[in-house]
C-alpha cells in the first residue's frame, strides 16, 4: 500500500500564492502519474493538474498559466505551486498517486488540505 503526506495551504488573500507537496512512501512500487485534485463544497472533485514521472503534464483549463505541477521522482513527491490564487480556487486539496507493483495497480489519495482564498 501507498502512503501520501500531504502539506501546505492554508488561507490567502486573492492574487496571493501557495505551495502545497504530497510525498508517496511504501515498498516496492513503482510510481506512474501523481496529480493534484480539488473539491469545493457542494461539487464533485475534479482534475487540478498531474505529472508523469516523465514529466509530461496535464492542467484543467480553470489552472493553466496560474498553477504549476513538478516532481522529484527520487523523493516520490510532487508539487503545487499556485499563483494568482482567486476565491473560486477554495476547495480541498486532494494528492493522486497512481502506481504498480508487480502485477498490481494502485491508486492511492492523500488526506486533503484546505485551501481558501478571500476575496
Known amino acids: 500500500q501507498v502512503q501520501l503526506v500531504e502539506s501546505g495551504g492554508g488561507l490567502v488573500q486573492a492574487g496571493g500564492s501557495l505551495g502545497l507537496s504530497c510525498a508517496a512512501s511504501?515498498?516496492?512500487?513503482?510510481?506512474?502519474?501523481m496529480g493534484w485534485y480539488r473539491q469545493a463544497p457542494g461539487k464533485q472533485r475534479e482534475l487540478v493538474a498531474t505529472?508523469?514521472?516523465?514529466?509530461?503534464?496535464i492542467y484543467a483549463d480553470s489552472v493553466k498559466g496560474r498553477f504549476t505541477i513538478s516532481s522529484d521522482n527520487a523523493k516520490n513527491t510532487v508539487y503545487l505551486q499556485m499563483n494568482n490564487l482567486k476565491p473560486e480556487d477554495t476547495a480541498v486539496y486532494y494528492c493522486?498517486?497512481?502506481?504498480?507493483?508487480?502485477?498490481?495497480?494502485?491508486?492511492?489519495w492523500g488526506q486533503g488540505t484546505q485551501v481558501t482564498v478571500s476575496s
Open positions: 511504501g515498498s516496492f512500487f513503482i510510481i506512474n502519474v
Open positions: 505529472i508523469t514521472t516523465g514529466g509530461d503534464t
Open positions: 493522486n498517486v497512481q502506481s504498480r507493483r508487480s502485477t498490481t495497480s494502485y491508486d492511492s
